[in-house]
T-cell receptor, first 116, second 111 residues
Framework: DTAVSQTPKYLVTQMGNDKSIKCEQNLGHDTMYWYKQDSKKFLKIMFSYNNKELIINETVPNRFSPKSPDKAHLNLHINSLELGDSAVYFC???????????????FGEGSWLTVV | GENVEQHPSTLSVQEGDSAVIKCTYSDSASNYFPWYKQELGKGPQLIIDIRSNVGEKKDQRIAVTLNKTAKHFSLHITETQPEDSAVYFCAVNTGFQKLVFGTGTRLLVSP
């Protein structure tokens, strides 16, 4: 009964490849997010979707493309992977308009991406 | 944009001691201040939050205090236990429907 689940948990891939991370939430939330956590543990929002509509795009390179087929899913596609993309990517969700409105953000367990 | 500073970056305490982590922010319009705990290999999890209409909130061994005038808020953990060892993040909301996270504090509680 995992609330926010993302796959894969670990991903090792070569530079230049294209990869996807999938995320699903079973909490009935309206808003989903992708966060990136680098090696220094800095946690930064990348994208936010509310009812399948993009509401936050934090100047992420356009090699990163989120896709939300429905409000329970938010997948992250990354093209032409670079060494600097190595990080932990967290999917998250919250009720209502977003984390800024005071609704709790629920995070998945993270996807460890290593680009070699 | 919102600037959130968090200190200290690492904190080591003995079991039973108290731990205090402080965050400062820049946007006076911010009104929601959560704290998240991230255990090793896990995603961050909300442990306590406070809104701008109160100055302090407690939940068992943890408490958060807010000073809106000075634009800082703190997490207080009393009677620390080894299972409190984790990375703690403060966060602040902005007017653009998002949370900005602090830089994190690695807390180590030694038995």
């Amino acid at each position: 009964d995992t609330a926010v689940s993302q796959t894969p948990k670990y991903l090792v891939t070569q530079m230049g490849n294209d990869k996807s991370i999938k995320c699903e939430q079973n909490l009935g939330h309206d808003t989903m997010y992708w966060y990136k956590q680098d090696s220094k543990k800095f946690l930064k929002i990348m994208f936010s979707y509310n009812n399948k509509e993009l509401i936050i795009n934090e100047t992420v390179p356009n090699r990163f493309s989120p896709k939300s087929p429905d409000k329970a899913h938010l997948n992250l596609h990354i093209n032409s992977l670079e060494l600097g993309d190595s990080a932990v990517y967290f999917c998250a969700s919250s009720q209502g308009a977003g984390g800024g409105s005071g609704n709790t953000i629920y995070f998945g367990e993270g996807s460890w991406l290593t680009v070699v | 944009g919102e600037n959130v500073e968090q200190h200290p970056s690492t904190l080591s305490v003995q079991e039973g001691d108290s731990a205090v982590i402080k965050c400062t922010y820049s946007d006076s319009a911010s009104n929601y201040f959560p704290w998240y705990k991230q255990e090793l290999g896990k995603g961050p999890q909300l442990i306590i939050d406070i809104r701008s209409n109160v100055g302090e909130k407690k939940d068992q061994r943890i408490a958060v205090t807010l000073n809106k005038t000075a634009k800082h808020f703190s997490l207080h953990i009393t009677e620390t236990q080894p299972e409190d060892s984790a990375v703690y993040f403060c966060a602040v909301n902005t007017g653009f429907q998002k949370l900005v996270f602090g830089t994190g504090t690695r807390l180590l509680v030694s038995p």
